[in-house]
T-cell receptor
Framework: AAGVIQSPRHLIKEKRETATLKCYPI?????VYWYQQGPGQDPQFLIS???????DKGSIPDRFSAQQFSDYHSELNMSSLELGDSALYFC????????????FGSGTRLTVV | KNEVEQSPQNLTAQEGEFITINCSYS?????LHWLQQHPGGGIVSLFM???GKKKHGRLIATINIQEKHSSLHITASHPRDSAVYIC??????????FGTGTSLTVIP
């Protein structure tokens, strides 16, 4: 069965550079969630989108932005990268109506050097 | 107090032992997930529960909605089961609440 696809799997960037992470939800899923997990830390919710509109916002820095496109894939744009942004970023998708079906992607490992 | 709490935080077991990880939550959820994360790895969804019990191989997950409690059991544990196990729950369209994780080490 198709899963949540994230790209790239690994990314190395220098400080002050920008990065774009992509998340392709399971077909027919209309909601995407982004999480950040620092080394040895719990996942932190960043932001979610339902039907291309932001539905919930967590601890997303102002340097980050995200959007959901008409095909329901989502992109997380990160600018002015800092060393502390090094983390595993993973997304999940679900079908808003009916509630059940959260599925996680395998994540993008971002390393800022 | 976390919305989702797990116990124990760390667990070491001998190969073959029966293992139980517990999860209690205080928020309203539409489903609860048990997740597995290997060091440096992504998250793998093991179970998604809204009621009752599910079984997959040596893994069993149960949930009691009234008591807001779930358990993950591993029978005949094996070193390859060593990982962090996380329970998480939430409502559709809203953020997920994650437990702090249980780090399991199974010794041969």
């Amino acid at each position: 069965a198709a899963g949540v696809i994230q790209s790239p799997r690994h990314l190395i960037k220098e400080k002050r550079e920008t990065a774009t992470l992509k998340c392709y939800p399971i077909p027919r899923h209309d909601t995407v969630y982004w999480y950040q997990q620092g080394p040895g830390q719990d996942p932190q919710f960043l932001i979610s989108f339902y039907e291309k509109m932001q539905s919930d916002k967590g601890s997303i820095p102002d340097r980050f932005s995200a959007q959901q496109f008409s095909d329901y894939h989502s992109e997380l744009n990160m600018s002015s990268l800092e060393l502390g942004d090094s983390a595993l970023y993973f997304c999940a998708s679900s079908l808003f109506q009916g509630a059940i079906g959260y599925t996680f992607g395998s994540g993008t490992r971002l390393t800022v050097v | 107090k976390n919305e989702v709490e797990q116990s124990p935080q760390n667990l070491t077991a001998q190969e073959g032992e029966f293992i139980t990880i517990n999860c209690s939550y205080s928020v309203g959820i539409s489903a609860l997930h048990w997740l597995q994360q290997h060091p440096g790895g992504g998250i793998v969804s093991l179970f998604m529960l809204s009621s009752g019990k599910k079984k997959h191989g040596r893994l069993i997950a149960t949930i009691n909605i009234q008591e807001k409690h779930s358990s993950l059991h591993i029978t005949a544990s094996h070193p390859r089961d060593s990982a962090v196990y996380i329970c998480a729950g939430g409502l559709a369209g809203n953020q997920f609440y994650f437990g702090t994780g249980t780090s399991l080490t199974v010794i041969p």
